[in-house]
């Protein structure tokens, strides 16, 4: 989970508060960064709203064909469960009929490895998520926390 402080580029919707186009961006540029420094393998990056439509998007050159939608699947699955997805890997592990029935009833759009990370307002609310595939979940999550770090935002992680 990322906590927001009040620092960041953010927009107001109503009394609603909304990940902007540019922090998404941000977001993204930080842990495609964090993943060169830690030469990591190339990397897909999806920031979600907390509806699960997607803001921000980059795929590294590289990276393999399905990373776009596994990275989309741990950002959506996070705002879909409310948990990071380590946290509903660990879950599964424990109640694999029910985390099998959930992903066919989402028609796939959720994965339980780590890489997938939320992003909350001060005060708690899911405000969207981060997903990230192409390495190791490890580094998945250290990169997208990295993403959330530069933007003066904390994730839970490991």
């Given at each position: 989970?990322?906590?927001?402080?009040?620092?960041?580029?953010?927009?107001?919707?109503?009394?609603y508060?909304?990940?902007s186009?540019?922090?998404?961006?941000s977001?993204?540029?930080?842990a495609?960064?964090?993943?060169?420094?830690?030469?990591?393998?190339?990397?897909?990056?999806?920031?979600?709203?907390?509806?699960?439509?997607?803001?921000?998007?980059?795929?590294?050159?590289?990276?393999?064909?399905?990373?776009?939608?596994?990275?989309?699947?741990?950002?959506?699955?996070?705002?879909?469960?409310?948990?990071?997805?380590?946290?509903?890997?660990?879950?599964?592990?424990?109640?694999?009929?029910?985390?099998?029935s959930?992903?066919?009833a989402?028609?796939?759009?959720?994965?339980?490895?780590?890489?997938?990370?939320?992003?909350?307002?001060?005060?708690?609310?899911?405000?969207?998520?981060?997903?990230?595939?192409?390495?190791t979940?490890?580094?998945?999550?250290?990169?997208?926390?990295?993403g959330?770090t530069?933007?003066?935002?904390?994730?839970?992680?490991r």
């Open positions: 989970m990322a906590v927001c402080c009040f620092e960041y580029d953010r927009h107001r919707n109503g009394d508060m909304t990940l186009l540019s922090t998404a961006q977001i993204v540029a930080g495609l960064e964090a993943a060169r420094t830690k030469q990591a393998k190339p990397l897909a990056v999806a920031v979600v709203d907390a509806g699960g439509h997607l803001i921000a998007f980059a795929r590294e050159d590289g990276a393999t064909i399905f990373r776009h939608h596994i990275a989309l699947a741990k950002a959506r699955g996070v705002v879909g469960m409310g948990d990071d997805t380590r946290v509903l890997a660990d879950r599964a592990k424990s109640n694999p009929l029910f985390f099998q959930l992903s066919g989402v028609d796939g759009n959720i994965a339980f490895s780590p890489g997938g990370v939320a992003v909350r307002d001060a005060g708690g609310s899911l405000l969207g998520a981060v997903g990230i595939s192409g390495d979940g490890d580094v998945d999550e250290e990169c997208a926390l990295a959330l530069r933007e003066g935002l904390q994730g839970e992680g």
